[in-house]
């Protein structure tokens, strides 16, 4: 009883290009901890100089993603290691690891991750307005820019990005057709998208193993840097929660946590920009506020009971980033 007791107990999770997630590979560390379960956190990068694999309990050096070696070094790492939860961080990672869900799964490792449509939806952008305003949300008007220098009326300014980006690179405001003209040919993938005024939020969203939506979690996206929040707000409002919700239920995707990006305007409408299928970069605040989402993981991935509430988290929570140190030279690098 004791020894089936211990087996349980024990869970390995392996968390890809963990790059800089200290404070989220801490959170599952913690919940391990709450649960009394013995884990032990695994991670992968293409550099030792990675902050978070310094603090991993076993460290991988791996091919970087789009090596045809990728999949089979993850896949060698979870049968050493009897992996049982795989835990993508980036948005490079996650179309080649849903495509190959199956095999980690005859492993007895579950990916974090959506299905691969629904990863081609979030990291179009295109696809991303068609998804909205086919489903009746409302978007920011996203159009080519050869399009916007041949359309008579078109309001200005507009924002240049491209239509696979992530993390707010190559973000241009172009105010009229002459920057724009200039300016395209500059950003590789280029769309031409509304400027939205209002108030930025990125939502946190649980969708546990049986695809659904379990807690939303609005955070007010106070100050920006490097495409990452570094001052954000938890705002607990009912419409944005209701509206994500149905949002992320007809996407489909999950399980895990997703973010969605929206902004509430002045007239109190709410348009949606951006959804990123993973953990967000922001998701600290919405864990520290009460939405354990490591805990309600590893619970399920245990098959224990689970307690969560769509609202039971802490309103008004602001969090207020800074700079901190890793010291490198310790960590056990395979």
């Known amino acids: 009883m004791t020894k089936s007791r211990a087996a349980i107990n024990k869970v390995s999770i392996l968390f890809t290009c963990i790059g800089r997630r200290v404070s989220l590979l801490n959170s599952f560390r913690k919940a391990g901890r709450q649960l009394k379960i013995d884990l032990l956190l695994l991670g992968t990068d293409t550099t030792k100089l990675s902050s978070a694999l310094q603090l991993c309990d076993k460290g991988f050096l791996v091919k970087p993603i789009t090596h045809p070696d990728y999949i089979r070094q993850l896949l060698t790492i979870v049968k050493i290691n009897k992996v049982k939860l795989l835990v993508p961080t980036i948005d490079t990672d996650l179309l080649v690891l849903a495509k190959n869900k199956p095999k980690f799964a005859k492993l007895g490792c579950l990916v974090l991750v959506s299905e691969p449509s629904v990863i081609k939806i979030c990291q179009d952008k295109r696809k991303t307005h068609q998804f909205l305003v086919t489903n009746g949300f409302d978007a920011p008007e996203t159009i ?191």
């Open 144 to 334: 080519s820019p050869r399009t916007a220098l041949t359309r008579k009326k078109i309001s200005w300014p507009r924002l240049l990005k491209p239509w696979d980006g992530a993390a707010g690179k190559n973000m241009i405001v172009v105010n009229n057709k002459k920057e724009l003209a200039v300016l395209a040919h500059r950003i590789p993938n280029a769309i031409c998208q509304e400027l939205v005024k209002g108030t930025e939020y990125t939502c946190d969203v649980y969708v546990d193993l049986g695809m659904k939506v379990r807690c939303i979690v609005p955070r007010k996206r106070i100050e920006i840097r490097a495409g990452e929040v570094s001052k954000g707000q938890v705002v607990k409002n009912k419409k944005i929660m209701n509206r994500v919700a149905e949002l992320a239920g007809m996407l489909k995707a999950g399980p895990g946590v997703i973010t969605v990006q929206c902004f509430l305007q002045q007239n109190r409408t709410i348009k949606f920009s951006e959804i990123n299928p993973r953990f967000g970069g922001g998701v600290p605040l919405a864990i520290k506020a009460g939405a354990n989402f490591p805990k309600w993981i590893l619970q399920e991935l245990l098959g224990k009971r689970t307690n969560i509430r769509f609202n039971d988290f802490q309103d008004n929570l602001i969090m207020l980033r800074y700079d901190s140190e890793v010291w490198a030279g310790s960590a056990t690098l395979q």
